[in-house]
C-alpha cells in the first residue's frame, strides 16, 4: 500500500526524524493559511499524488509571497498531473502540502528495502541526492552505498557508522545523521515498511539533516497489524474497479486490452495474459479468483470484467484444485444469468469436478464457447475479438 | 528415487483441525501419505478422524516420529509455527500459507540458517513424489508416478497446468514441487535443480518461474555450472505491467530488475530450451525429453 508525502511526514515526526515545518491543505483559502503561519517566505507548494516525478511535471513550485502561494495553489489543485508514474492519463490533484523553504547546502539519497536475495533490510545511501536513483545506479554505481542489516540482530550503530562516513558527512552532521537513519529503520520495522525513500534528504547552511520529500510503502500482507496505517488509504488514488475487485477478496488489475479473463491463481493468471497475447490479442485485466473461489465471487468476477468498456471477450481459464470446476460453472451461469454476459465467452477448465463441471455450463443453455485446452482457448477467444 | 519426501516421510499437520488443514490432511491420507500426527495447540488428546492430535510440535515428534510438517496455520501466526517445527527438529516442513508478512519471512529465514530443517514455501502447493506421498494441496489425479521428469516452480495452478500436460504427454514425474511465490522463501530453484540432478531417475527438469526477484537467472547460471541433464523452462508475465504486483507477492517487476525478457535471455544463454508459449509445453517436453 502507497500512502501521500503528507502523510509520511506524519510517521517521520513520530519518530523524531526531522521535517520541514508545514501541513496539507485541500483548498488556496487553507494553502495562504498555512503559508502565513509558517513565518517567512519562500515557501514550498507540492501536489499530494501516489506517484513520483511530480517536480518534472509541474506539481511542486515555489512561491514568494501570500499571492503568489494563491495563484501557485490554484494552478495545482485541480491539475490533471501527468509524470513518468502516472501513466499518460494523469492523476487529478485534490490536495497540496504547502511547506518552508530551505537553505539546501548538499542533497543526499536514503531509503531502505527488503532484499529478497538475503533476506535482510539494506540501507541504501549517496551522494548524488535528489536525482533519479535507478539512474545513479545504473551510470555511476560507485556512488550508491549499501548496508545489509540481518533482522534478527537489528541495526547496530556501526551500521550508521558506516553509511554515515560514506556519505562524506561533515563532522557536526554524523551524529543527527546516525540518529536519523536509526530512527527510520525502527520505522521500517515497526510498520512492516517495503519501501522507506527520503530524496533528498538535505543538509541545511547551518547543517540540520532534513528528510525534505518522503515515500512510506507498506507490505500488503502486514496490514492486518497496522489499523493506523490503514486510515491512510486514499481511494481517489486507486482504480475503481481494483477498489470494487478487493471488496470481494478479488485480486484484479486494469490493463489496456480487450480481453477480459478469470483464472485461479497467479502463476497460471499471469501465463494466461501472456498466452492471450501471443494469440494475437491482448489481456484486458489481470484477476486472480483464488483457490478458495465461491460461486459469489465468480460473479463479481464477472460483473468486474464487463464494467471495463474494452472488454470484447472473456477467457475463463480454471485448473481445479481446491476451487472445484462445477463450483465455477455454477458461478459462471449465475452470473450470466443475473447480469446478462453481453460478449463472447470461452471457458477452459480442467482439473477436480471438471466433468460435473462440463455438463453444468452445457445444460445451461448459455451461449458459451468451450475450449479443450489452453491453446485452443487462446485461439478461440483471439478469433472472436478480432471478429 | 525422488528428492525430498518418499513413501517413508511421517507427516504431521500443524493447524490440522482448521477447515483447510482438514480438508486437505484427508485428501493426503487418501492419495497414500502417512499422516501420523496433528498440532492444534489446546486440542492435544483429541483426533482428526485416525490422526492424533498435540498441543505443540516437540510432543508430536516425541509421540509419533514424525519428519516433516504441512502448515497451515493463518498468516499472523505462520511464522511462529515455521520455527516451532524447525527447534523440535522436524527435517522437512512445507508451509502452504499465503500472505506472512515478509519481515516475518525474512526473521524465519535468518532463524533457519545453521539449523538441519528444510523449508518449502510459504504460499506454495507444496511437494509431491506421484505415487507416494502428497505433501501439499495439489490434485493429485493429474500426476504420473515413476518418473522420469523433475518439476520446479514458483507457482500453485501453473505448475498443476504444466505437470497435467506432462502427463497428457505420457511423461510421468519424479518429484514435483512448488517453491512459493512470496518474495522470501526457503528451498530456492537452485536447491531443487541440485537434487534433481543427484537423483538416479530424474532425466529432465521442468523449471517454472515467473517475473519478479532474480532466481531464476541465479538459477540458469547453477545450470549451466552444474546440471547436466536437460531443462525446460517457462517464465510467465510477459505482459505484465511494472510496479503493480501481480497476486504473488513476489511477482513484480522493479524498475529494469525482474523482468520475463530478462529471465528469459538469461535462460537461455545458459543452454535451457526456453517454452515460449504454455500451450505447447507439453510437446515441447515430448520432443526434449523423449517419451
Keep these: 500500500m502507497k500512502i501521500h508525502e503528507y502523510q509520511a511526514k506524519e510517521l517521520f515526526k513520530k519518530y523524531n526524524i526531522p521535517i520541514p515545518e508545514g501541513s496539507v491543505a485541500f483548498s488556496v483559502a487553507e494553502a495562504q493559511t498555512v503559508a502565513e503561519k509558517l513565518g517567512g517566505y519562500p515557501v514550498v507548494v507540492k501536489a499530494q499524488i501516489h506517484a513520483g516525478g511530480r517536480g518534472k511535471g509541474g506539481g511542486v513550485k515555489l512561491a514568494g509571497s501570500r499571492e503568489e502561494v494563491a495563484v501557485i495553489a490554484g494552478q495545482i489543485l485541480g491539475m490533471n498531473l501527468i509524470t513518468h508514474q502516472t501513466g499518460p492519463e494523469g492523476r487529478l490533484v485534490k490536495k497540496v502540502l504547502v511547506e518552508q523553504g530551505l537553505n539546501i547546502k548538499k542533497e543526499l539519497y536514503l531509503s531502505i528495502i527488503p532484499d529478497r536475495g538475503t533476506a535482510t533490510v539494506v540501507i541504501i545511501a549517496s551522494e548524488a541526492g535528489g536525482m533519479d536513483i535507478e539512474a545513479v545506479a545504473e551510470k555511476t554505481p560507485e556512488k550508491i552505498i549499501k548496508v545489509y542489516i540481518n533482522p534478527l540482530v537489528g541495526i547496530q550503530a556501526y551500521h550508521c557508522r558506516e553509511v554515515a562516513y560514506g556519505l562524506n558527512l561533515a563532522p557536526e552532521t554524523i551524529r543527527p545523521f546516525t540518529a536519523l537513519l536509526s530512527r527510520l529503520y525502527a520505522l521500517f520495522v515497526d510498520y512492516d515498511c517495503s519501501l522507506l525513500e527520503i530524496n533528498p534528504l538535505i543538509i541545511t547552511a547551518d547543517q540540520a539533516v532534513i528528510a525534505l520529500d518522503g515515500k512510506v510503502n507498506f507490505d500488503d500482507s502486514a496490514l492486518f497489524r497496522h489499523k493506523d496505517v490503514m486510515a491512510y488509504r486514499d481511494l481517489d488514488e486507486e482504480n475503481p474497479l481494483e477498489v470494487d475487485a478487493s471488496n470481494f477478496n478479488l485480486n484484479y488489475i486494469a490493463l489496456d486490452g480487450n480481453v477480459g479473463n478469470m483464472v485461479n491463481g497467479a502463476g497460471l493468471a499471469m501465463a494466461t495474459m501472456d498466452i492471450i497475447k501471443q494469440a494475437g490479442a491482448s489481456p484486458a485485466n489481470f484477476l486472480d479468483v483464488g483457490g478458495g473461489a465461491n460461486a459469489e465471487m465468480v460473479e463479481n468476477g464477472f460483473r468486474i470484467i464487463l464494467s471495463d468498456k474494452n472488454v470484447k471477450g472473456i477467457l475463463i481459464n480454471i485448473f481445479g484444485g481446491i476451487l472445484r470446476c462445477d463450483i465455477l460453472a455454477e458461478g459462471v451461469v449465475q452470473a450470466a444469468r443475473k447480469t446478462g454476459i453481453t460478449v463472447p465467452v470461452v471457458v477452459r477448465m480442467e482439473g477436480t469436478n471438471v466433468e460435473e463441471g462440463r455438463r453444468i455450463l452445457s445444460e445451461s443453455g448459455l451461449n458459451l464457447t468451450t475450449a479443450v485446452d489452453l491453446k485452443d482457448a487462446a485461439q478461440k477467444v483471439a478469433a472472436i475479438v478480432k471478429g | ?291
Design chain 2, 1 to 291: 528415487m525422488s528428492i525430498f519426501v518418499n513413501k517413508n516421510t511421517r507427516l504431521l499437520v500443524q493447524g490440522i483441525t482448521g477447515k483447510e488443514g482438514q480438508f486437505h490432511t484427508r485428501q493426503c491420507v487418501a492419495y497414500g501419505t502417512k499422516v501420523v500426527a496433528g498440532v492444534t495447540p489446546g486440542k492435544a488428546g483429541q483426533k482428526m478422524d485416525d490422526v492424533p492430535v498435540f498441543h505443540t510440535v516437540k510432543d508430536a515428534v516425541k509421540a509419533t516420529g514424525a519428519n516433516c510438517s504441512m502448515i497451515f496455520v493463518p498468516p499472523p501466526f505462520a511464522a511462529d509455527a515455521i520455527m516451532e517445527a524447525a527447534d523440535a527438529g522436524v527435517e522437512m516442513i512445507v508451509a502452504i500459507t499465503e500472505g506472512i508478512p515478509v519481515m516475518d519471512m525474512m526473521r524465519v529465514k535468518n532463524f533457519l540458517a545453521g539449523k538441519t530443517s528444510r523449508l518449502i514455501g510459504p504460499n506454495c502447493p507444496g511437494i509431491i513424489t506421484p505415487g507416494e506421498c502428497k505433501i501439499g494441496i495439489m490434485p493429485g489425479v493429474i500426476h504420473k508416478p515413476g518418473g522420469p521428469i523433475g518439476v520446479v516452480s514458483r507457482s500453485g495452478t501453473l505448475t498443476y497446468e504444466v505437470v497435467h500436460q506432462l502427463t497428457c504427454q505420457g511423461i510421468g514425474q519424479t518429484t514435483c514441487i512448488g517453491i512459493g511465490g512470496d518474495p522470501v522463501n526457503g528451498t530456492n530453484f537452485i536447491d531443487c535443480l541440485d537434487a534433481f540432478q543427484k537423483d538416479s531417475e530424474t532425466t529432465g527438469i521442468v523449471m517454472v518461474g515467473e517475473i519478479g526477484g532474480t532466481a531464476e537467472e541465479e538459477a540458469a547460471e547453477f545450470i549451466k555450472q552444474h546440471v547436466t541433464k536437460p531443462v525446460i523452462g517457462f517464465i510467465a508475465g510477459l505482459t505484465a505491467p511494472p510496479g503493480r504486483r501481480m497476486g504473488h507477492a513476489g511477482a513484480i517487476i522493479s524498475g529494469s530488475s525482474g523482468t520475463g525478457q530478462g529471465k528469459i535471455a538469461a535462460m537461455k544463454a545458459c543452454g535451457i530450451t526456453v517454452c515460449e508459449n504454455l500451450g505447447t509445453l507439453g510437446e515441447l517436453c515430448a520432443s526434449v525429453f523423449g517419451k
